[in-house]
């Protein structure tokens, strides 16, 4: 059976067998590869990964909770096999019908089979802007950073490309086939492309898709806050959201927005210029309407002295609480804070607070024995596990060593964390305790797996490692 490679060039999609081996010992398929364009094989594992679920977005929901309650616990935890792609993974990989999805900094999606790491299809989006080409930054090459989003109901992935001009395009991608659907250009009116990096994940709530802006590392030029939306439909007009601010207010969390019942969407946003006077709303938690009207907000009473420190609180995105009433949000001042969805409570109106967790990235969050919440940051300090109560309190839990700060996912009593030097990290949810790790490789510091059934699947610098949990 030939493994496909598929790109566009010019708008024009092609296919081409590319190459497939394959060597049989002992019955089973031992390996077969595909060469990538780098020249390294996806090798496949002996036996095949036992898949669950499909996960179709950052951390598996538009909540952003990033768990399974029924998947298994380590026993022997091992690489089940490794795809070295065309660029680094910043984004997160999604999994639909057992194709593994990943975007990478060279300006491709590849469908990977989850279960083996065979190559099913390649598609070259876009070539990426070299750093040379950007005012400031620290990707270089510069290509998909944010992560996908799968529509089940049109079969589509989209994803967000960056290519030389500097512009952004949000490409609707045949999952089955790899074909490119559809592309248009999502810079809002007004904006400079090249000062805006899109980094969050991309949302899918209610027939939209929204994409989220930042800037640049370096802070550079006169970007801001945004996000885009555009109809799953792909031929409705785009609506846009910029925080009112003269500048900065990035919305560039990893973990990108998150949604609510009903479609509204729920963003963090980073420091602005301003550092005193009236609130810009930058360095909050904002309430959006489905066309991304600004409804509600919440910001720290000292939003004005971190803005000052470039402590914004839009460093880690938005994680909804099990019933939908509550919004945790942490980021670069250090301050844990707990909101009311339906009153977020403008300036200094959180439930609760407390401190110190200096976060970046994305957490994960599970329901609380007996009510409530158990949420689980990425802080610089070591991961932390905070318990928030039916009483709208919070608690500090366990905290990881200092080395364990990635984005985590919970499956079932085990979280997840991937490090920076490339060690997965699995820790007893309940007590902090290691029960396993694993050299996956290296990664970014924004790096969290995808889940499905048995089975991780680590963003690297060179690829996608996939890590059966239970050997």
Same mark, same amino acid.
């Given at each position: ?18 190459? =497939? ?39 598996? *929901? ?29 984004? #997160?990989?999604? @999994? ?14 590849? %469908? ?61 991608? *045949? ?11 999502? *810079?809002?009116?007004? #904006? ?16 939209? +898709? ?6 640049? #590392? ?20 785009? +609506? ?40 810009? &709303? !930058? ?5 959006? #309407? ?24 839009? !460093? ?7 019933? =939908? &009433? ?14 009311? @969805? ?72 085990? /979280? ?37 059934? %048995?089975?991780?699947? /680590? ?13």
């Amino acid at each position: 059976m030939p493994c496909w490679r598929s790109w566009v060039r010019d708008g024009v999609h092609a296919q081409r067998p590319v190459r =497939a081996l394959a060597a049989v010992l002992v019955g089973l398929v031992a390996m077969a590869a595909c060469a990538s364009p780098g020249g390294q094989p996806a090798a496949v594992a002996a036996a095949p990964l036992p898949l669950g679920a499909d996960w179709t977005t950052y951390h598996g *929901d538009a909540t952003r909770a990033g768990y399974v309650p029924d998947g298994p616990d380590p026993a022997a935890p091992a690489v089940a096999w490794r795809a070295d792609l065309d660029g680094a993974v910043y984004a #997160s990989p999604i @999994v639909v019908g057992g194709l593994l999805v990943a975007a990478t900094e060279g300006g491709s999606l590849y %469908g990977l089979d989850a279960a083996t790491g065979a190559v099913r299809w390649r598609t070259h989006l876009a070539d990426p802007v070299p750093g040379s080409d950007l005012p400031c930054g620290n990707i270089d090459p510069l290509g998909i950073t944010g992560t996908p989003v799968y529509d089940p109901g049109s079969g589509q992935v989209f994803a967000v490309a960056a290519r030389p001009g500097v512009e952004h395009i949000l490409f609707a991608v *045949d999952a089955r086939s790899g074909q490119v659907r559809t592309q248009r250009r999502v *810079d809002a009116p007004g #904006s400079e492309p090249a000062t805006h990096l899109q980094r969050g994940a991309l949302l899918l709530a209610d027939g939209m +898709v929204y994409i989220p802006y930042g800037g640049n #590392s370096g802070d550079c030029g006169q970007y801001l806050g945004r996000v885009v939306g555009v109809p799953v439909a792909g031929d409705g007009p785009e +609506v846009d959201f910029a925080v009112p601010t003269t500048r900065e207010g990035g919305i560039w969390a990893a973990s990108g927005p998150a949604a609510l019942p009903g479609g509204d969407v729920l963003v963090t946003t980073g420091n602005g210029e301003a550092v005193g006077g009236v609130w810009d &709303h !930058s360095d909050s938690i904002l309430r959006l #309407s489905p066309q991304l009207r600004l409804l509600d907000g919440f910001a720290p009473s000292g939003w004005a002295q971190e803005n000052s420190v470039d402590a914004d609180l839009g !460093s880690t995105g938005p994680v909804v609480l099990p019933g =939908a &009433h509550r919004v945790l949000a942490a980021g670069k001042g250090g301050g844990v804070y707990l909101a009311d @969805v339906d009153a977020l409570g403008g300036v200094g109106g959180e439930r609760d607070r407390l401190e110190p967790c200096h976060s970046y990235g994305g957490a994960a969050t599970t329901p609380g024995p007996g009510g409530g919440a158990v949420v689980f940051l990425p802080c610089m300090e070591g991961l932390l596990q905070v318990r928030v109560g039916t009483d709208d309190r919070m608690a500090r839990g366990w905290q990881a060593g200092a080395a364990v700060t990635g984005s985590p996912v919970v499956v079932g009593t085990t /979280v997840w964390s991937v490090q920076q030097d490339g060690t997965l990290d699995a820790l007893d949810a309940a007590t902090g305790q290691v029960r396993a790790t694993l050299p996956v490789g290296a990664a970014t510091r924004f790096a969290t797996p995808a889940v499905s059934g %048995g089975a991780l699947f /680590v963003p690297t610098l060179a690829g996608i490692t996939a890590v059966a949990i239970r050997r």
